[in-house]
């Protein structure tokens, strides 16, 4: 069973920027495909954006001011998100699977969850 952990998550004014961090218990983590999903209360679970074997992926309304990418050395995936806004409220999750996956923006193909870390962005 591989384990994820975020981190990174708090209380930030609109515009401003944080970093989430995904750390993993698996050796290989790097060849991976690691995705970032987030759920604003009483809403459902949106993907934000995925790195994996094909390349990167973003939703439409985080283009331009998140970044996802990954430290192989530390079995770690960060999510820079710049420009927040106060819509990006919301309980981010990191998500991973060993395979190859060939719609990786599909949560339900991911295999292992992280328990989330809450992200507030206040007007």
């Known amino acids: 069973q591989v384990q994820l952990v975020e981190s990174g998550g708090g209380l930030v004014q609109a515009g401003g920027s944080l970093r989430l961090s995904c750390a993993a218990s698996?050796?290989?983590?790097?060849?991976?495909?690691v995705g970032w999903f987030r759920q604003a209360p009483g809403k459902e679970r949106d993907f934000v954006a995925t790195?994996?074997?094909?390349?990167?992926y973003y939703a439409d309304s985080v283009k331009g001011r998140f970044t996802i990418s990954r430290d192989t050395g530390k079995n770690t995936v960060y999510l820079q998100m710049n420009s927040l806004k106060p819509e990006d409220t919301a309980v981010y999750y990191c998500?991973?699977?060993?395979?190859?996956?060939?719609?990786?923006?599909?949560?339900?193909?991911?295999?292992?969850w992280g328990r989330g870390t809450q992200v507030t962005v206040s007007s």
């Open positions: 698996a050796r290989t983590f790097s060849s991976y495909s």
């Open positions: 998500a991973a699977d060993s395979t190859r996956l060939r719609t990786p923006t599909t949560e339900g193909l991911y295999e292992y």
């Open positions: 790195i994996s074997w094909g390349g990167t």
